[in-house]
DNA sequence: GACAACTATATCGACACTAGATATAGTTGG
DNA sequence: CCAACTATATCTAGTGTCGATATAGTTGTC
């Protein structure tokens, strides 16, 4: 029951971009999503649990992402975790949200206040 | 008595982004930044009031604009206007959210959750 | 096998950001 | 004269983020 528009969740909140980047490759859970955004970051991003969890419950009510059912590595055995797949309206959504970041720098490249390559 | 490092206000809230693209070019009051945000973005990104002019209180008080004692455009007699002026600060600001926004597309982009130029 | 450190999820309160409504008042155009 | 527009300002509600706290299972090490 996803919203049919991306372009109405935009811009997506900082911390949703980064939990879409770190499904975007594979399935994880969201201790992994802190662990991947961390090193896809040098450190400079550090998801809060209270930020990670919130947005996670809000992603899968918006249809972002999904809970998968069962466990894709069965080579672990810990129950705690809870897997996270990226939707195909979740992907939609992202690729408006780096449209609009493309926006963004183009404009104010534009306007001189920046300088450097697209 | 600006903050000294840039870094510290990253992210930048959007409102604050698009106010430092409106004065890059030149010095502007408030209403005239709500209508170049709105012409730059054809009329996607309309700052309401309360976003408009919180955004620049704050930002007056983290030193990414100041107010000018005079007006610029002595051609306008319009007494309620209060013109403001990007500071060397706001622009390194601005530097600073740029490269902040080239690396969240750069990591997008690496991970396959989108496709497109850098 | 005791203990610390790490893994993993979850909630809470405080604070920041945004939108929309409302207020006030000067300016312009028909 | 009146409406629409210009211009600034404040308030409230809803959302987003962080840090702290809680709970508990897992791993490593001495």
Do not use: C, W
């Not at 969740?9 to 399935?27: E, N, Q, R």
């Amino acid at each position: 029951m996803p919203n049919l528009d991306p372009e109405s969740l935009l811009p997506l909140p900082t911390a949703v971009f980064h939990v879409l980047i770190a499904l975007a490759g594979k399935d994880r859970h969201g201790y992994s999503i802190m662990q991947d955004t961390s090193a896809r970051t040098g450190g400079k991003v550090e998801l809060s649990p209270g930020t990670l969890y919130s947005a996670i419950r809000r992603m899968l009510e918006q249809g972002l992402i999904q809970e998968l059912s069962e466990n894709p590595e069965p080579d672990n055995t810990d129950e705690r975790r809870r897997y996270y797949r990226l939707t195909r309206f979740g992907r939609r959504a992202a690729e408006a949200e780096a449209a609009r970041l493309r926006s963004m720098l183009s404009q104010a490249r534009a306007t001189g206040l920046v300088t450097g390559r697209p």
